[in-house]
């Protein structure tokens, strides 16, 4: 059973850092998509960053380019997502999701109707 666990999450002031991690266990699979996903109160879940860990290729959403680092650790099999400059607007649910095995082609786009695994996220919120 495949099992997505995130932590990291809290409370930030305008322009600090915050690193995610989602603990993956239960896939056996090597080459998938792996993804970050937020979901703020009253807006629609957005895709914000993604690996594909056959070819460690890294995709990020028009509004978290520049300042949001997506990495995998292989060894534990983390993933992980470094926020720098937080802005108010990136307040949100955060989620870490896991695509079918060999879906390479749905990393790019990091659409959530792609994804059928998910963790039950981590409450990130950036006040100023």
């Known amino acids: 059973q495949v099992q997505l666990v995130e932590s990291g999450g809290g409370s930030v002031q305008v322009g600090g850092s915050l690193r995610l991690a989602c603990a993956i266990s239960?896939?056996?699979?090597?080459?998938?998509?792996v993804a970050w996903f937020r979901q703020a109160p009253g807006k629609e879940r957005e895709g914000v960053a993604a690996?594909?860990?056959?070819?460690?290729?890294?995709y990020y959403g028009d509004s978290v380019k520049g300042r949001f680092t997506v990495s995998r650790d292989n060894v534990q099999n983390k993933l992980y997502l470094q926020m720098n400059s937080l802005r108010p607007e990136d307040t949100a649910v955060y989620l870490c999701a896991a695509g079918p095995p060999g879906g390479w082609a749905i990393c790019p786009s990091i659409m959530s109707k792609y994804f059928a695994l998910w963790g039950k996220g981590t409450q990130v919120t950036v006040s100023s």
């Open positions: 239960g896939y056996t699979d090597r080459d998938y998509c």
């Open positions: 690996i594909y860990t056959g070819t460690n290729s890294k």
